[in-house]
């Protein structure tokens, strides 16, 4: 997200650039975080601001998101349902607990399409299935 100025045909006495970095593991989250704060400006009579930090840890797949996505797959299977596992890079609430090194799965919601869009929906007919899955899981626990 980018934005700035006043009109398009006068010079901004300022400027603001939001950006999203998504990393795969955790430890790079130091390094990423030194290179953005390392950044200079081009012009010097410009002045250049890095604020903010590191938002959400990464979801790593570990012993114990393997074995909560077994238990998932196993309880899907029960009811016909082959559970297929995936990474989307995307962040999430999840992110938070799986931070915190508790086993988290996610997607287990609603499924449908244009997050965050002005087109969001879900798929009413596959909230049964969902809600007997999540269910199992909680009754696994």
């Known amino acids: 997200m980018i934005r700035g100025g006043t009109r398009t045909n006068v010079i901004p006495a300022e400027a603001f650039a939001g950006i999203d970095v998504r990393i795969k593991r955790a430890r790079q989250a130091a390094g990423i975080d030194r290179k953005l704060r390392s950044l200079k400006p081009f012009d010097k009579h410009c002045k250049l601001e890095v ?29 016909g349902w082959k559970l297929e596992e995936a990474a989307v890079g995307g962040g999430s609430d999840g992110n938070f607990t799986a931070g915190m090194g508790i086993p988290t799965l996610d997607g287990m919601g609603g499924v449908g399409d ?6 969001e929906f879900i798929v009413i007919s596959e909230l049964p299935r969902r809600a007997l899955l999540l269910a199992g899981m909680i009754e696994a626990a």
């Open 51 to 79: 604020s903010g930090g590191i938002n959400r840890l990464p979801m790593e797949r570990n012993a114990g998101v393997a074995a909560l996505y077994k238990k998932a797959q196993e309880i899907a299977h029960q009811v």
């Open 114 to 119: 244009g997050a965050h869009a002005v087109h």
